[in-house]
């Protein structure tokens, strides 16, 4: 991150217009000719202008206007030839089209009936609905047109926060109306490397148990947008440091060798690992009960819960895997039925040696050996298709995995001693 800049305010405006690409720079002239026209102000909010301040490159545009936005944003995507969605329950429109989204929001404040509901909103001035953001700074707005336009509305003082570095929410009860800005909480701070304000950290682990107030999915939703920062790692040992992860769950936790997995996973030319091999690294410190309790805490979609649980069952198969008699064709038939996220997670992590080697070759070579022979060819051969066929093609796969067949004359010589009653087919052999 380069240098926080906290010149003129009026100087965002033309920074924002330049970070632009060529399909948002229009849809933001169109926008705004089509406010000005029908006698409108327009702003640019939340984090846009928190990015805008820290150079952070191109922004999200997200425009607030007092009044409904619907039929601006219908003549927005008119003209642009663009596609619009409504999302009435909170005001919005998105607007996208060929280069640029656009997000249109009506002004508005929110009110919890109780610790952990989604508010009840209704229209509001661009002060207050400043006044129902998260934190200070993103509750900034910049003014886009009119008599206003380049000026910055910062009734929080966000920009003093950005120069001073810190995570400050608005008001005493923040967490308790919504607690997932106690992940978000973590996840601005370790982005931006700020720190959490002394009061608000307060406030923060005062209020932790309302994290049981809030779904599952949306907990999931922000742990999700933690695993997707270019450092989890950073916030997760957060989050472990505060008791977020053990409020989530008690039985989830965050140590420094996870760390070092997390930061392998992409040295090991993942530049953007995929959020199934993360979870797959937190169920490694799972037992399987446990990990199919987070899993329903979290509501997990089907790829994700079978990361976590596959990881969590994975592990416990770590000492079978360290032992130094057991054969590839072995490795294959029992590692087989889990996802490769989980078992990528289990190399990355174990300090065992053998077992780690034998992870490695699985995910790299053994997982893909097949027999030279296939159905047609064992036909051609003699064998009838069935469960004989089955079990031969099983055998060749051993074979070739063990190194007892290294060429398909070594295959066709194991099926003619197989024909010829020489050669058992492989039954139902366990692997321990």
């Not at 169109?30 to 029908?38: G, I, S, Y």
């Not at 922004?59 to 663009?82: F, T, Y």
């Not at 069952?313 to 008699?325: E, G, K, M, V």
Request: charged residues 30%; hydrophobic residues 40%.
């Amino acid at each position: 991150m380069g240098e926080i800049d906290l010149t003129k305010p009026t100087n965002l405006l033309p920074r924002l217009r330049r970070g632009l690409g060529a399909g948002a720079t229009e849809a933001l002239e169109v926008v705004l000719r089509l406010a000005e026209e029908e006698g409108r102000a327009l702003y640019l909010v939340g984090g846009g202008v928190r990015d805008l301040a820290l150079r952070r490159g191109q922004v999200d545009v997200d425009v607030v206007g007092e009044g409904q936005v619907l039929s601006l944003a219908q003549k927005v995507a008119a003209v642009l030839g663009g596609r619009w969605v409504e999302h009435r329950a909170f005001g919005t429109v998105t607007v996208e089209g060929q280069g640029f989204r656009l997000d249109l929001a009506m002004a508005r404040a929110e009110r919890y009936a109780q610790p952990g509901a989604l508010p009840k909103v209704r229209p509001a001035s661009i002060g207050e609905d400043l006044a129902r953001r998260d934190f200070t700074i993103n509750a900034m707005a910049l003014a886009l047109c009119g008599r206003q336009s380049g000026q910055l509305l910062d009734p929080f003082d966000g920009m003093g926060d950005i120069a001073r570095r810190v995570v400050r929410v608005l008001h005493e009860r923040s967490f308790i109306d919504d607690a997932t800005r106690i992940l978000r909480a973590v996840r601005y701070e370790t982005r931006f490397s700020f720190s959490i304000e002394e009061e608000t950290l307060a406030l923060l682990k005062r209020d932790l148990a309302y994290l049981d107030t809030i779904s599952g999915a949306r907990v999931r939703h922000e742990l999700l947008r933690l695993l997707a920062e270019d450092r989890p790692e950073k916030g997760l040992l957060r989050c472990q440091e505060l008791g977020v992860l053990a409020a989530i769950h008690r039985a989830l936790r965050f140590d420094d060798e996870l760390a070092t997995a997390f930061r392998r996973a992409r040295r090991a030319g993942r530049a953007s690992p995929q959020p199934e091999l993360y979870l797959g690294l937190l169920g490694t410190r799972l037992s399987p009960a446990d990990a199919e309790a987070v899993t329903l805490r979290l509501a997990l979609s089907k790829r994700q819960r079978q990361a976590l649980e596959a990881a969590a069952a994975l592990a416990q198969l770590l000492p079978w895997l360290s032992r130094p008699d057991v054969r590839p064709s072995q490795v294959v038939e029992r590692l087989e039925p889990y996802p490769l996220s989980a078992v990528d997670a289990c190399a990355l992590l174990t300090s065992r040696s053998t077992a780690r080697e034998k992870l490695r070759h699985y995910l790299e070579n053994w997982y893909y050996v097949k027999p030279s022979l296939d159905g047609r060819a064992l036909e051609r051969l003699g064998v009838v298709r069935g469960p004989g066929m089955r079990g031969v093609l099983r055998l060749l796969k051993t074979a070739r995995l063990d190194g007892e067949a290294r060429s398909r004359q070594d295959e066709v010589e194991l099926v003619q001693g197989v024909l010829a009653g020489k050669v058992e087919l492989p039954g139902a052999e366990s692997s321990d």
